[in-house]
């Protein structure tokens, strides 16, 4: 089993649509937790953190579910330039380690 | 700040030949930095960290012998990969950080093609 699985998707939504991603980890004891996008032939760039008692930074939501292992990302009123690879990151001690998960593309179409 | 730059971008090379990829801290000294490898459409996988003045520490399955890792300042890593083979054709990314455990900041990646 991987350590943090996503779904490949591709997600394929219109412009101003909502969309939301999930992604499991294996590793009960993991600390930390982020989103960060990457774009084609990119490096990855940090979205957002994630927290336990949820957080928002303006149209992206993110949660934690500790107890089923598995955060959340919601994007509402979905921008073209939100067309990207999501990738769920945790780390089980600090953030020398950190996992990445295979990504969750996105399209947004107009 | 915490800019973090490779180079070269992209590498075309033949079977057998050695390649050098750098990875350096433009704005902040980085006692920490790693190496990333990233085949498409799969995530990126650690594979060596180092500290600065220290021999790298490399994941499971990593050949230290083929991927050499040499972290000689706080501003610059390089990752040499010897006698490189098409199966090491690959996205290969670096992060730094300023101290062990702290937040990475990845270099924008260097896309190496072995024919």
């Known amino acids: 089993r991987k350590e943090v699985e996503q779904d490949p998707g591709p997600f394929n939504v219109p412009e101003g649509a909502t969309v939301a991603f999930n992604c499991t980890y294996s590793n009960s004891a993991s600390q930390s937790f982020f989103w960060y996008r990457q774009d084609c032939r990119k490096e990855p760039k940090l979205l957002m953190s994630v927290y336990s008692s949820g957080n928002e930074d303006g149209r992206f939501t993110a949660q934690l579910n500790r107890a089923s292992q598995y955060i959340s990302l919601l994007i509402r009123d979905s921008k073209l330039s939100d067309s990207a690879t999501y990738l769920c990151?945790?780390?089980?001690?600090?953030?020398?380690?950190?996992?990445f998960g295979a990504g969750t593309r996105l399209t947004v179409k107009p | 700040g915490a800019v973090v730059s490779q180079h070269p971008s992209r590498v075309i090379c033949k079977s057998g030949t050695s390649v050098k990829i750098e990875c350096r801290s433009l704005?902040?000294?980085?006692?920490?930095m790693f190496w990333y490898r990233q085949f498409p459409k799969q995530s990126l996988m650690l594979m060596a960290t180092?500290?600065?003045?220290?021999?790298?520490?490399?994941e499971q399955g990593v050949e230290k012998d083929k991927f050499l890792i040499n972290h000689a300042s706080l501003t610059l890593s390089t990752l040499t990969v010897t006698s490189a083979h098409p199966e090491d054709s690959s996205f290969y990314i670096c992060?730094?950080?300023?101290?062990?455990?702290?937040?990475?900041?990845f270099g924008p990646g260097t896309r190496l093609l072995v024919l």
């Open positions: 992060s730094a950080s300023f101290s062990e455990g702290e937040t990475q900041y």
């Open positions: 990151v945790v780390t089980s001690y600090n953030n020398n380690d950190m996992r």
């Open positions: 180092s500290n600065e003045g220290s021999k790298a520490t490399y």
């Open positions: 704005d902040f000294q980085a006692t920490t």
